[in-house]
């Protein structure tokens, strides 16, 4: 079933199409602006009236003619309206058809795709010598809801968790992990102090240096012993990020991995290549790439740089050696990158060059999907009180805190069982939701009050919605048995009823923008407006009181809203409670 989005374009592309002369015409089939102007409108016979030479209001009366004698089930009035506008109303019974196919197989609210993908989102990738952050939050959680988004709609979706593993940092770790009294375990409990006194004692004492440098060269030189004591470093850093994911309820586990490491041995390769092609130029002993399409400020050619003086690989070098794999190893069709905004150059230019260098194939579509810094209340980066970085540990442990005391205090009557649950599920829902709920492309304003409000647009206000309509359902199920209810499709709908039924089934066209613009607030804003549409029929249209058909058909409405919000929230990664 495709959404009713999908089947109106395809509907009125192809009336269009006609009436072009077959041409190919964008119907722009958009949700109406208002009620009045029906549940969709159809924008583009304006267009297609000016490349035609024709007066758009006879086109679009054509196309009214057309799509009446179609005699679409789909559709009810069809209205043409101002210069060239035509306006749809959708037919109830149609709808409610829908509606009960979904109440029969829940999984048929958000339609499949026709044409499945092999997708990569590459999402989270830390670099590992240090322990995750307060930044490397929105790129986990946006990711992970990409990740669920295009595998609910069939295509095949490989995660990969770029971690940084590679390079100098490592030789200065492992140096002071070996010449540390302490095991490993105890050692690397805080990867942040520990990073930080191997960092001072790096910068203080020379011999130390010395020894960390060496090990480097033997560490690139796949010396036993010092790979060994880095893969117990790396394994060590993995399981304190794998504790985050865990924490955060995000899909990514050790077959998601795909560190820098594992494209060493392609880098030389790559070099070459670039070599080969003639793209490669010397500057100050480093080889770069220069490319036309990048200038600096000062006017002068911007260099990508491959390799170092002393022939250490960058940063750079590994990405293309990704781009090759993901292109003709994996052989995908899209490449998401859900990485922060300021390394938005960077991703250009590894692109260009790729595509320079065909290390791209011709099909790939390669896609930085990039997200803003988040922010302390006081407008700068968000940092603890004495100015470290947040461990994104202790914040999720933070948040199921805050969210307990507040679940406590609002219902003191509860178990104390009941409370850590429920906190765990609000505490953790509401740093993610929090986030998913800005535009990604913007910085974000870290805010525990705002997060674990009880109101507007909030993980908690959700989740509270979800579970009083089924607290509401649990009530009636008494007396209705509701896994087989089934409404009656020439049932007369209100004007809360239809909206309310619209828009539960309009998720899965939200689910087409968010797979294909990669914007999660596009789906919790859908969310909050359907609570909000739900919410005004819950106040006119009673379910007590009425007839039989109409007291079936809300409890149906009900039903659909209940999956709808479950499975929305699903996809941004939130578990929902029956209770709270
Ligand atoms: N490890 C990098 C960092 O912490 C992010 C890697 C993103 N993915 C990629 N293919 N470059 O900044």
Redesign the pocket.
Known sequence: MDSLKQQLTTLIARELQELSGNQPVNPNVITASKPEFGDYQANGVMALAKALKRNPRELGAELVERLEATKNPLLGNIELAGPGFVNLHLSSEALLQDANDILDSPTLLISKTDSPQTIIV?YS???LAKEMHVG?LR?TIIGDCLARVLERQGHQVIR?N???DWGTQFGMLITFMRESDANADVALADLEVFYREAKARFDSDAEFATRARESVVKLQSGDADTLSAWQSFIDTSLAHCQAVYDKLNVTLGHDDLKP?SFYNPQLKSIVDRLESEGLLTNSDGARCVFLDEFIGKDEKPLPVIIQKSDGGYL?AT??LA?VEYRSHTVNADRSL?V??AR?SL??QQ?FAVARAAKFSSETISLEHISYGTMMGKDGKPFKTRSGDTVKLTDLLDEAVERAGALVGSKNPELEEDEINAIAKAVGIASVKYADLSKNRTSDNVFDWDAMLSFEGNTAPYLMYAYARIKTLLSKQAEETELSTLRIDTKANLSREEKTLLVKTLQLSEVIEAVAQDGYPNTLSNYLYELSAVFMRFYENCPIKGVDEDVRTLRLGLCLLTAEALKQGLELLGIDTLERM
């Open positions: 590459d990738s830390p670099n490397h790129g990969q770029h971690v940084g820098e940063y590994t990405d990704a990158y990485v922060d390394q960077h991703f590894v």
